[in-house]
């Protein structure tokens, strides 16, 4: 049963600590998204990759969030520094475009809950 | 640009009642339109899809028909268990986005035995 792995899937830690959050997509798979989920704003795209370059990261803060796929079984989220309002949930997902414009569905990880104190 | 409306929360309903939850959309192209699951301390599952007007969706029980005269897409199910209780999300891709998913806000869904 293939499924996109996250971990850690809890961190709590001090403002102002480096953050690494890290998925594996599902094998074969050569679209990666990375999502925040708030109860304020909900569902956000940060980042996406396909066959590992990034595609769209429009929805991150650039001065403190960075996202890289060092090879093609992980993708990583960084924060440097944590603030307390980075506090959220943050999936992974995982896809495969086969081709230009040809649909594909996202299959999602179960998360890292993140608490910045 | 693509957006999703879907029915403010919270719900809660009796078992055995029925469920129904509103999906409007506004696409640009011709959608895909989802409805996914999120139990609590998990992540998105599919719950069903539909890629075309009139294409209807099922999974578990539930039901969602694609009408494209409404740009709707609402769920239901008729006869609900507490083990639905979760939150409910309305999305929908778009060639012109890559198909990147586009979320509505989520509802929630409390059944009470």
């Known amino acids: 049963d293939a499924r996109v792995t996250q971990t850690p899937r809890h961190k709590v830690t001090e403002m102002g600590q480096e953050v690494t959050m890290r998925c594996q997509p599902i094998?074969?798979?050569?679209?990666v998204f990375w999502y925040r989920q708030t109860m304020m704003q909900g569902l956000e795209l940060l980042a996406y990759?396909?066959?590992?370059?990034?595609?769209?990261d429009s929805g991150m803060p650039k001065d403190r969030f960075s996202a890289e796929m060092p090879d093609a079984t992980l993708a990583t989220l960084k924060i440097q520094p944590s603030e307390p309002r980075d506090s959220a949930v943050y999936f992974c997902?995982?896809?495969?475009?086969?081709?230009?414009?040809?649909?594909?569905?996202?299959?999602f990880g179960p998360g890292t809950r993140l608490t910045v104190l | 640009g693509d957006s999703v409306t879907q029915m403010e929360g919270p719900v809660t309903l009796s078992e055995e009642a029925f469920l129904t939850i509103n999906c409007t959309y506004t696409?640009?192209?011709?959608?895909?339109l989802f409805w996914y699951v999120q139990y609590p301390g998990e992540g998105l599952q599919l719950l069903l899809k539909?890629?075309?007007?009139?294409d209807k969706g099922s999974n578990k029980g539930f039901e969602a028909t694609y009408r494209k005269e409404t740009t709707s897409f609402h769920l239901e199910k008729g006869s609900v268990q507490v083990s639905d209780s979760a939150v409910y999300f309305c999305?929908?891709?778009?060639?012109?986005?890559?198909?990147?998913?586009?979320f509505g806000a989520g509802t929630t869904v409390t059944v009470r035995a």
């Open positions: 997902a995982s896809g495969l475009a086969a081709g230009t414009g040809a649909r594909y569905e996202q299959f």
């Open positions: 094998l074969g798979h050569n679209t």
């Open positions: 990759f396909r066959n590992r370059a990034p595609l769209d």
């Open positions: 696409a640009t192209g011709y959608p895909s």
């Open positions: 539909a890629t075309k007007a009139d």
């Open positions: 999305a929908l891709s778009d060639r012109g986005n890559d198909y990147k998913l586009s």
